[in-house]
């Protein structure tokens, strides 16, 4: 079955730029998708079809994607940013369903 | 602007049934595809099932096929999830969601959750 994997955790410091990775098989066929979740809070998307942010996601917030590999990229992180980030896909190999990575939590301090 | 509210989770014994409804405003709730979302407390989301704008599109996690049955309701701009022959592992919170698109599987727009607890 189709999986996203993410590494557990990202710390860096306010201004820093922080990279958040997303792995997949079907990623170079399939768009990938970033959610945020802050504490207690439902998710926000945060970038679409690999590199586009929705109207209200900060320019600081980019995606890219290459190969296996996708990327959330914080540039100058701030405090607020800290929370838990998804990334998802959609595989369509058989019945079409939705795959969320297991989550990065990025810590700004 | 877009609400979407979710409703009917409750604390239920394993093997047995609940409803789930999300009710929608703010948009043109007939145009878009909805979806449910799942998280066990402290853990990570997971995709549950959607439904196009017709309900001729639906899909569900292998988790939850053949147990759980999504609908919409377009003249009430509800979306729903029955789910039956609970499980321990079914414990979480649902989030509704709403699709960009008619038929898309990503979502722009959640609720704010709705929590299923499933105990003897």
């Known amino acids: 079955s189709y999986e996203l994997t993410q590494s557990p955790s990202v710390s860096v410091s306010p201004g820093q730029t922080a990279r958040i990775n997303c792995s997949g098989d079907?990623?170079?066929?399939?768009?990938a998708y970033w959610y945020q979740q802050k504490s207690g809070q439902a998710p926000v998307l945060v970038i679409y079809?690999?590199?586009k942010r929705p109207s209200g996601t900060p320019e600081r917030f980019s995606g890219s994607s290459s190969g296996t590999m996708a990327t959330l990229t914080i540039s100058g992180a701030q405090v607020e940013d800290e929370a838990d980030y998804y990334c998802?896909?959609?595989?369509?190999?058989?019945?079409?369903?939705?795959?969320f990575g297991s989550g990065t939590k990025v810590t700004v301090l | 602007e877009v609400h979407l509210v979710e409703s009917g989770g409750d604390l239920v014994q394993p093997g047995r049934s609940l409803r789930l409804s999300c009710t929608a405003s703010?948009?043109?709730?007939?145009?878009?595809?909805m979806h449910w979302v799942r998280q066990v407390p402290g853990k990570g989301l997971e995709w549950v099932s959607g439904?196009?704008?017709?309900?001729?599109?639906?899909g569900y996690a292998d988790s939850v096929k053949g147990r759980f049955t999504i609908s919409r309701d377009n003249a009430k701009n509800s979306l729903f999830l029955q789910m039956n022959s609970l499980r321990l592992e079914d414990t979480a919170m649902y989030y509704c969601?709403?699709?960009?698109?008619?038929?898309?599987?990503?979502?722009?727009?959640w609720g704010q959750g709705t929590l299923v607890t499933v105990s003897s």
């Open positions: 439904i196009g704008w017709k309900s001729n599109s639906i």
């Open positions: 703010g948009f043109i709730f007939d145009d878009y595809a």
């Open positions: 079907m990623l170079p066929k399939k768009y």
């Open positions: 969601a709403k699709a960009p698109r008619a038929e898309s599987y990503y979502f722009d727009y």
């Open positions: 998802y896909s959609i595989d369509n190999s058989g019945d079409r369903r939705g795959v």
């Open positions: 079809e690999d590199t």
